[in-house]
């Protein structure tokens, strides 16, 4: 896997290489997941980060995300990739939503699947961070 392709919720392509990129942590998601919104309070928690924030990237495996959802989860408007494709997801072992995965040149680092807990989202940071080289 080279380059994650897709399109923001405006339509505006993005294309995102992975296997140069700096450490990234992929949000993935579904919005009709009930157990993904519980994710979210987490999930915010990485996104503001001003540490680690822009390395925060979210997958959708839907192709579009209702207005109603973008309005609950501003960062959706911001950095959400849509339409997960088939190769991405065998990549990264997506068989279910919601996952939190950190990436570092293209390969899994570390997978929390499901919600993460409080002390997920400390080890997601400190490892980012680390990864970064700020720690």
Same mark, same amino acid.
């Given at each position: 896997?080279?380059?994650?392709?897709?399109?923001?919720?405006?339509?505006?392509?993005?294309?995102?290489?992975?296997?140069?990129?700096?450490?990234?942590?992929?949000?993935?998601?579904?919005?009709?997941?009930?157990?993904?919104?519980?994710?979210?309070?987490?999930?915010?928690? =990485?996104?503001?980060?001003?540490? /680690?924030? %822009?390395?925060?990237? *979210?997958? !959708? $495996?839907?192709?579009?995300?209702?207005?109603?959802?973008?309005?609950?989860?501003?960062?959706?408007?911001?950095?959400?990739? =849509?339409?997960?494709?088939?190769? /991405?997801? %065998?990549?990264?072992? *997506?068989? !279910? $939503?919601?996952?939190?995965?950190?990436?570092?040149?293209?390969?899994?680092?570390?997978?929390?699947?499901?919600?993460?807990?409080?002390?997920?989202?400390?080890?997601?940071?400190?490892?980012?961070?680390?990864? !970064?080289?700020?720690?």
């Amino acid at each position: 896997m080279q380059t994650c392709e897709s399109h923001r919720p405006d339509g505006s392509p993005l294309g995102i290489d992975l296997m140069h990129s700096a450490p990234l942590i992929l949000l993935v998601f579904n919005p009709d997941c009930a157990i993904c919104e519980e994710n979210w309070v987490h999930w915010d928690k =990485l996104i503001s980060d001003p540490r /680690i924030g %822009r390395q925060c990237l *979210l997958l !959708s $495996t839907s192709p579009k995300l209702p207005s109603s959802y973008i309005n609950k989860h501003p960062a959706t408007q911001r950095s959400a990739l =849509l339409g997960l494709s088939a190769e /991405i997801a %065998r990549s990264f072992n *997506l068989a !279910s $939503t919601p996952q939190t995965i950190l990436v570092e040149h293209g390969k899994i680092v570390r997978t929390w699947p499901s919600v993460l807990s409080e002390d997920d989202v400390q080890e997601v940071k400190k490892n980012t961070i680390t990864l !970064s080289g700020g720690g």
